[in-house]
């Protein structure tokens, strides 16, 4: 029986609660949206006056809802005049739709200054952009409108405040190096591994306004690049080839503007001048500061650019640049040991080896530093003329290390950008002698000389190079007797050192100078230590060992059947080196051995030509 009451009170339930599931009728009138309300406060003061842009302060408050956001634009009094008087003013801008992008679109199209400001619990403060004449004299009169938008999309009725603000123009400065100028900068059409293209920044101040130097206001710039001419008193501002460019998106459509935030460009792909090998080129930079106030007078800068013609004027020349950069003993004043006389032992050689038919469309050579006539004593060749060249071939054929760091520094630029360098010679890279072990290139160039730590690891992959010891007595026989090929350059000939043209070189003993003697050897030729660097194109294996070293001493010595002569292949370059003068091998006829491997590395460094 309890057990049925049970049932009968449950199946009441829930009958009751299906009937108070049903579907009511709304009574009563629904409450409406209380648009927000928007206040100022009273800092700064009505009609206050500013140099900067001035930091306004308001607060908003919704009854029935919270406020998600504020919208303000900034018009001049003559503005506001031309459009009817404050209370049109209000008007129009009450009318605008409540979201963010048809405030900001409606104030870009009507040329307002204006943003749209996410609401923040308690007040709010924001730095307002603002007006102001070029004259610093001169206080224009502006309003600010304010209003609040709520949860609902309810908009406030719109608040104004006046204000005045001056100014004083900014100054744009472009940010170099001080000899940027003077020096000589190549340019190819597009960026590379090793060229990364001319880099400029610039920046700019308004300390009149901003007195700290380390908080200034956001700058726009406007830049523009003139060019090419042929020296800077030719510039003509009319000549752009370059401007600054940027877009903004008003209305769904995006429009041009070249006033813009950037502050650095990269510029390539810049022209010679006619056929002169370079071109002047002049930078002019304007500010616009926080006002919208820019400098009449831009900041400019001339520059020099190279476009390399061994790469664009003629894809099909070979043209090469020898430069002697022996230290020969009758022009230094001393007789080094081991060194060639004079400039005849030896260029006419190289010459006569070069002047081989097919071998080139060009040949200069370029003496340096030790030479005659005056006119061509220039340590070392300037990047003007690296860059008319495809094939640079550097004679160190004395052992006094003539191949200073300043022009390592110009090697490894026209490296950069695509260069083709062969280095012939003793000690091409300036290392201490007299050491019983290799020298690491690293350890002993990288500080003191990294330009020459560079061309030594980067572009001709050597690790370490062992220098030998020269020992002053004129009974001295010299170790290196000749160069064997390895390899897959096994079809170049074997190189004997000739006693006849060593005998032609002079020594000298450090405790009897004035007593000299015939070198019956070749000083201080070197091997190298090669590191396991890959070629950039990654082939594998990829030969880089030329020749290897022979000693008179045989297996009993440390240097023989060392890498005596290498070659390297870059990503946009290629390199060899030679530690021993070829002037002093044996060149008899009918083969001329030497000539034939001065044919073949030529050959060699024409594989990639386009």
């Given amino acids: 029986m309890r057990k049925s009451s049970y049932y009968l009170w449950f199946f009441a339930l829930c009958l009751l609660i299906l009937y108070g599931c049903g579907k009511l009728e709304r009574k009563g009138t629904p409450t409406s949206n209380t648009p927000p309300t928007v206040f100022f406060t009273n800092v700064p003061p009505e009609s206050t006056s500013f140099s900067v842009n001035p930091r306004m302060y308001w607060f908003g408050i919704d009854v ?110 472009i940010d170099v190096d001080e000899d940027f100028a003077s020096q000589n900068h190549y340019c190819l059409e ?78 390539k792909g810049l022209e010679n001048y006619a056929d002169s090998g370079y071109g002047w080129y002049q930078l002019r930079v ?35 640049l020898v430069v002697d950069a022996t230290a020969y003993g009758k022009a230094t004043g001393i007789a080094d040991n081991g060194s060639p006389v004079d400039t005849g032992d030896v260029r006419p050689f190289y010459r006569d080896a070069l002047s081989q038919p097919g071998l080139y469309d060009e040949l200069k050579f370029w003496y340096d530093p030790y030479s005659a006539p005056a006119e061509d004593k220039k340590s070392p060749p300037g990047e003007d003329v690296l860059s008319r060249y495809d094939l640079t071939i550097v004679l160190n054929l004395g052992s006094k290390p003539a191949i200073t760091e300043q ?16 280095l012939i010679g003793l000690n091409n890279f300036r290392l201490s002698s007299g050491r019983a072990e290799p020298h690491s290139v690293q350890g002993e160039l990288r500080g003191p000389a990294p330009n020459t730590y560079e061309v030594a690891s980067e572009y001709c992959g050597i690790e370490e190079v062992f220098v030998p010891t020269y020992t002053f007595v004129d009974t001295m026989t010299l170790e290196f007797v000749g160069a064997e090929p390895f390899g897959l350059w ?56 030329i020749y290897s070293f022979i000693s008179y001493y045989g297996s009993i010595s440390p240097m023989h059947q060392k890498p005596c002569a290498i070659n390297y292949i870059g990503s946009t370059n290629r390199t060899a080196e030679f530690c021993f003068p070829l002037n002093l091998m044996k060149n008899e006829s009918p083969d001329y051995p030497v000539f034939d491997v001065m044919k073949k590395m030529v050959e060699w460094f024409w594989e990639d030509l386009p």
């Avoid at 403060?125 to 309003?143: G, L």
């Avoid at 616009?288 to 190279?306: C, K, Q, W």
């Avoid at 405790?511 to 194109?537: E, H, Q, W």
Wanted: charged content about 25%; aromatic content about 12%.
């Fill in 190 to 267: 597009e960026t590379t591994l090793t060229w990364k293209g001319i880099a400029i920044s610039w920046s700019g101040q308004d300390t009149a306004d901003y007195p700290d130097e380390r908080d200034q206001p956001e700058f726009d710039f406007k830049w523009e690049l003139v060019g090419p001419f042929d020296s800077p008193s030719a510039v003509d501002t009319g000549v752009v080839v370059d401007s600054s460019l940027d877009s903004i998106l008003i209305v769904g459509q995006w429009v041009y503007t070249r006033w813009v935030s950037q502050r650095r460009h990269v510029f």
């Fill in 286 to 320: 304007r500010v616009r500061d926080d006002a919208f106030v820019s400098h009449e007078t831009p900041a400019t800068l001339d520059f020099r650019i190279l476009k390399p013609k061994f790469r664009y004027a003629d894809k099909n020349r070979k043209t090469i």
């Fill in 64 to 173: 029935d809802g919270f406020i998600t956001a504020y919208q303000y634009a900034v018009m001049v009094t003559d503005s506001v005049v031309g459009a009817g008087g404050v209370e049109e003013v209000k008007n129009l801008l009450h009318s605008i739709p409540p979201d963010s992008v048809s405030w900001v679109d409606q104030l870009s199209l009507k040329n307002m200054i204006g943003a749209h400001v996410q609401a923040e619990p308690g007040g709010h403060a924001r730095n307002v952009k603002t007006y102001a004449d070029m004259d610093p004299e001169i206080y224009t009169p502006q309003y600010i409108f304010l209003r609040a938008i709520d949860n609902r999309g309810a908009i406030s009725e719109v608040k104004n405040k006046l204000f005045y603000r001056n100014n004083h123009r900014p100054e744009a400065f």
């Fill in 490 to 545: 096994e079809d170049l000939p074997v190189l004997e050192a000739d006693p006849a043209k060593c005998g032609e070189l002079k020594g000298y003993d450090p405790t009897n100078v004035a007593y000299y003697f015939g070198v019956r050897g070749i000083p201080y030729v070197c091997y190298d230590a090669m590191s396991n660097k890959l070629d950039f194109a990654r082939r594998i294996p990829y030969q880089r060992r």
């Fill in 407 to 422: 022009s390592y520094k110009r090697y490894k630029e026209y490296l950069n950008v695509g260069g083709r360098l062969w």
